[in-house]
């Protein structure tokens, strides 16, 4: 059955969603903004804990590996680019919030009272994504590429480069932990639901395992299955959220008794 509009919605005109639309938006940039300015101030920090990872391949401990910067302004656009990708870490609750406050007009009273849990489990996923490659994954894949040719060249790797290709790897780590969450999204606005998740569970693991594949070039099956499994553990963990808060149809109205 098609979900009707509430009424805050059927009243309010277009205009009046751009403007609520506009001003989210607006908050969100602010705590973005916020967000980086933290980061900022922690920069060499964080690019100190980035580069550990690195310290783990043998190269590295040879002397062999040197990060260095190849242009002028590299130094000062990798701290940009690193200080938005910690200050977006920082600001996600926040921001999840404003997404929330724009959506939940559109939603039931019974269904408003999951945005707590809502903001709290995206920005929970979040890190634990990030946490999990980091930790898990990161160390194997870069010994790996550090050591490829048995120390037989020095590696003089661009610094910018090598915290992009981290903080690209974390981030998708990071936004693949949302699984779940984005499937209760999808689920509540009717575009999936378990059944078809269920039925689609193949191409789900295919699926995980090119993208395992693709963020460990490793010829070792074990890190691609690192990363493998708990993709698809979190699939099956969106199955089960999916069958938990799919939408329940509407009764059908009662005929009213007929009068004499």
């Given amino acids: 059955m098609t979900r009707t509009s509430t009424p805050e919605l059927q009243s309010a005109p277009l205009f009046d969603h751009l403007e609520e639309l506009r001003r989210r938006i607006i908050f969100a940039l602010i705590f973005l903004a916020l967000g980086m300015v933290v980061a900022f101030q922690f920069r060499m920090g964080l690019i100190e804990l980035i580069k550990v990872p690195l310290t783990y391949s043998q190269a590295y401990q040879d002397g062999k590996v040197q990060?260095?910067?190849?242009?002028?302004?590299?130094?000062?656009?990798?701290?940009?680019?690193?200080?938005?990708?910690?200050?977006?870490?920082?600001?996600?609750?926040?921001?999840?919030?404003?997404?929330?406050?724009?959506?939940?007009?559109?939603?039931?009273?019974?269904?408003?009272?999951?945005?707590?849990?809502?903001?709290?489990?995206?920005?929970?996923?979040?890190?634990?994504?990030?946490?999990?490659?980091?930790?898990?994954?990161?160390?194997?894949?870069?010994r790996f590429m550090a050591d490829f040719m048995g120390g037989a060249v020095e590696l003089n790797q661009s610094l910018g480069s090598y915290i992009g290709t981290v903080t690209t790897f974390l981030v998708a780590f990071g936004l693949a932990f949302e699984l779940p969450i984005l499937t209760v999204i999808l689920t509540r606005i009717g575009l999936v639901n378990h059944e078809l998740l269920r039925r689609g569970w193949r191409i789900a693991l295919v699926a995980i395992m090119v993208f395992a594949a693709v963020l460990t070039p490793t010829p070792d099956p074990g890190s691609m299955l690192l990363v493998a499994v708990p993709l698809y553990v979190l699939y099956e963990l969106g199955v089960l959220l999916s069958r938990i808060f799919r939408v329940q149809p509407l009764p059908e109205p009662e005929e009213s008794a007929l009068t004499p």
Avoid: D, K
């Fill in 67 to 142: 990060l260095v910067t190849l242009h002028l302004t590299e130094q000062f656009m990798l701290s940009l680019n690193l200080s938005f990708w910690a200050g977006l870490a920082l600001a996600l609750p926040f921001i999840l919030w404003q997404v929330w406050a724009f959506i939940a007009p559109g939603l039931y009273p019974q269904e408003r009272r999951w945005a707590l849990p809502f903001v709290v489990g995206a920005g929970v996923a979040f890190v634990l994504g990030i946490v999990f490659g980091y930790r898990l994954v990161l160390p194997t894949m870069v």
